[in-house]
């Protein structure tokens, strides 16, 4: 469906569009920047969970069951947002901690957007 599409459009195009930024910003004060969700292995499992939860996002009553999988915002930030990559950060990479942590954009958490 459509949102499929769209999803694999801005897989492709992020690397254009955020990740040049955000290393430059990461770079400009001698660090490397580090991206594990966007591992190889990481986006083919998370890419792989659709069929693996029987979902066909063209379904909008596969959507919503998709959706609880995916994200809960009636869970607290660091729970229920990203909850597909925070589960997949708990249970496949064991890091836990870093699952729980609130999400921030680079150049904001960064603060060199004030630049």
């Given at each position: 469906g459509?949102l499929?599409?769209?999803l694999?459009?801005?897989?492709?195009?992020?690397?254009?569009?955020?990740?040049?930024?955000?290393d430059?910003?990461?770079?400009?004060?001698?660090?490397?920047?580090?991206?594990?969700?966007l591992?190889?292995?990481v986006?083919?499992?998370l890419?792989?969970?659709?069929?693996?939860l029987?979902?066909?996002l063209?379904?909008?009553a596969?959507?919503?069951?998709?959706?609880?999988?995916?994200?809960?915002?009636?869970?607290?930030?660091g729970?229920?947002d990203?909850?597909?990559l925070?589960e997949?950060a708990?249970?496949?990479?064991g890091?836990?901690?870093?699952?729980?942590?609130?999400?921030?954009a680079?150049?904001?958490g960064?603060r060199?957007?004030?630049?």
């Amino acid at each position: 469906g459509a949102l499929r599409v769209e999803l694999s459009k801005e897989l492709a195009r992020i690397g254009r569009r955020n990740l040049g930024r955000d290393d430059r910003a990461v770079s400009a004060r001698g660090k490397e920047l580090r991206l594990p969700f966007l591992d190889g292995r990481v986006v083919h499992y998370l890419t792989s969970l659709q069929q693996a939860l029987g979902v066909t996002l063209g379904d909008s009553a596969d959507l919503e069951e998709a959706q609880r999988h995916l994200c809960d915002l009636a869970l607290p930030a660091g729970e229920g947002d990203k909850r597909i990559l925070r589960e997949a950060a708990r249970l496949e990479l064991g890091l836990p901690g870093t699952a729980r942590r609130v999400k921030r954009a680079l150049q904001f958490g960064s603060r060199i957007a004030k630049l």
